[in-house]
């Protein structure tokens, strides 16, 4: 064989050490690629492709979510959630977004809880309270990645949390299963178990923008919330106990308006400049939330068997850290996590947030992608 014949062979047999196509048998429409090491432990990216070529990239690192690839009303396909996809931007930019995060997703108030007598001290990183399980949260973490056999398009993570690990107890096996459906459904199926009386609270913090990621504003989405209140916060964001009707209110989502409409509203001796509130949705509502973008004809449609889901509108949105990419700025997308009521192992009459021995905690989330033309 001569030098010329030998030379793409060497590329090809190097490119397969990165980027490995897993069985179409096993697992049709899936592939893995490593990125680099993170404390010892080896950081991928995964590749789903749905029938119709629409993609979504997963990440071992926080369990997140990377990349959603979906057309918009004339067939153009384009990225709509806010993350980096490079190692750096992974494993170095704004670690929430598009992460699994817990142990306990949104705040605790003043960084404790009691439970059985016992008082739970965790550490602070949102002063004065504890945001999203803590400083090495869910999100932080290199998850075991398997990609399971005989299942389409799917992938799933597991982590076990150790008992007090960021001062919360019991050890917990998660399990989150990632499903990319041909009918553009992120499908995302959670699970927990412990060895002691602990506390669970788990969601994803996607950042999305329907124009496509880094393509402006997301003031001219169309936002419906089949929410019929919202639970008051005090000014460090934690619930005052009261579960207030929207009605009459800026936060009534329940009849479809653009995100900044009602931007700039006196409301209870404030001016309402953005949204990080806590919905509670209407049990009886088969969806949670609905989002349409005019300009693109996107629609995302969010459905879960949770309480209630945290609208987030991007005022703080951290700055893009990938050079590749175009700097996010305020407002340049959103998030909706569904959840359980923020602060709740302090607020016994919310619901029940308590995980004991030989219960499993199990959940499901749906973002839904299609056009209105």
Same mark, same amino acid.
Request: with cysteine.
């Given at each position: 064989?001569?030098?010329?014949?030998?030379?793409?062979?060497?590329?090809?047999?190097?490119?397969?050490?990165?980027?490995?196509?897993?069985?179409?048998?096993?697992?049709?429409?899936?592939?893995?690629?490593?990125?680099?090491?993170?404390?010892?432990?080896?950081?991928?990216?995964?590749?789903?492709?749905?029938?119709?070529?629409?993609?979504?990239?997963?990440?071992?690192?926080?369990?997140?979510?990377?990349?959603?690839?979906?057309?918009?009303?004339?067939?153009?396909?384009? $990225?709509?959630?806010?993350?980096?996809?490079?190692?750096?931007?992974?494993?170095?930019?704004?670690?929430?977004?598009?992460?699994?995060?817990?142990?306990?997703?949104?705040?605790?108030? $003043?960084?404790?809880?009691?439970?059985?007598?016992?008082?739970?001290?965790?550490?602070?990183?949102?002063?004065?309270?504890?945001?999203?399980?803590?400083?090495?949260?869910?999100?932080?973490?290199?998850?075991?990645?398997? +990609?399971?056999?005989?299942?389409?398009?799917?992938?799933?993570?597991?982590?076990?949390?150790?008992?007090?690990?960021e001062g919360f107890p019991g050890n917990v096996h998660v399990e989150v299963l990632y499903t990319w459906s041909d009918k553009n459904e992120i499908i995302i199926d959670y699970s927990a178990?412990?060895?002691?009386?602990?506390?669970?609270?788990?969601?994803?913090?996607?950042?999305?923008?329907?124009?496509?990621?880094?393509?402006?504003?997301?003031?001219?989405?169309?936002?419906?919330?089949?929410?019929?209140?919202?639970?008051?916060?005090?000014?460090?964001?934690?619930?005052?106990?009261?579960?207030?009707?929207?009605?009459?209110?800026?936060?009534?989502?329940?009849?479809?308006?653009?995100?900044?409409?009602?931007?700039?509203? $006196?409301?209870?001796?404030?001016?309402?400049?953005?949204?990080?509130?806590?919905?509670?949705?209407?049990?009886?509502?088969?969806?949670?939330?609905?989002?349409?973008?005019?300009?693109?004809?996107?629609?995302?449609?969010?459905?879960?068997?949770?309480?209630? +889901?945290?609208?987030?509108?991007?005022?703080?949105?951290?700055?893009?850290?990938?050079?590749?990419a175009k700097p996010t700025v305020t407002r340049s997308g959103f998030a909706l996590e569904t959840q359980h009521y923020p602060d709740s192992p302090n607020h016994p009459e919310f619901p029940?947030?308590?995980?004991?021995?030989?219960?499993?905690?199990k959940s499901r989330t749906i973002y839904r992608f299609s056009v209105q033309k």
């Amino acid at each position: 064989m001569t030098k010329r014949n030998l030379f793409p062979l060497f590329f090809l047999i190097l490119a397969s050490l990165f980027t490995i196509p897993v069985n179409g048998k096993d697992s049709p429409g899936v592939t893995k690629e490593a990125l680099g090491n993170q404390n010892g432990k080896e950081v991928y990216v995964f590749t789903l492709t749905n029938k119709a070529g629409n993609i979504l990239k997963l990440t071992n690192f926080g369990a997140k979510i990377v990349r959603i690839e979906v057309p918009d009303k004339d067939g153009n396909r384009d $990225n709509v959630t806010m993350a980096g996809e490079t190692f750096e931007t992974i494993t170095k930019g704004d670690l929430f977004g598009g992460a699994v995060v817990g142990r306990f997703a949104n705040r605790i108030g $003043n960084a404790k809880f009691t439970l059985d007598g016992v008082e739970y001290k965790l550490p602070v990183n949102n002063k004065p309270n504890t945001l999203h399980g803590g400083p090495g949260g869910w999100y932080s973490r290199v998850w075991e990645a398997e +990609i399971p056999a005989g299942k389409k398009n799917c992938v799933k993570f597991a982590y076990d949390s150790p008992d007090m690990e960021e001062g919360f107890p019991g050890n917990v096996h998660v399990e989150v299963l990632y499903t990319w459906s041909d009918k553009n459904e992120i499908i995302i199926d959670y699970s927990a178990t412990t060895d002691k009386k602990t506390v669970i609270n788990v969601t994803n913090h996607a950042y999305f923008n329907l124009h496509g990621a880094g393509k402006g504003y997301i003031h001219d989405h169309i936002l419906t919330l089949y929410a019929p209140s919202y639970t008051p916060t005090d000014p460090t964001k934690i619930p005052t106990g009261e579960i207030r009707s929207v009605k009459d209110t800026p936060f009534d989502f329940t009849i479809p308006h653009a995100v900044s409409e009602k931007l700039g509203t $006196n409301y209870d001796n404030a001016v309402v400049n953005g949204y990080d509130h806590n919905f509670v949705l209407d049990p009886k509502a088969k969806l949670a939330a609905h989002v349409y973008d005019p300009q693109t004809g996107r629609v995302m449609d969010v459905i879960t068997d949770q309480p209630a +889901i945290q609208f987030y509108s991007g005022s703080g949105m951290p700055r893009q850290q990938d050079p590749a990419a175009k700097p996010t700025v305020t407002r340049s997308g959103f998030a909706l996590e569904t959840q359980h009521y923020p602060d709740s192992p302090n607020h016994p009459e919310f619901p029940s947030t308590v995980l004991n021995p030989g219960e499993k905690f199990k959940s499901r989330t749906i973002y839904r992608f299609s056009v209105q033309k």
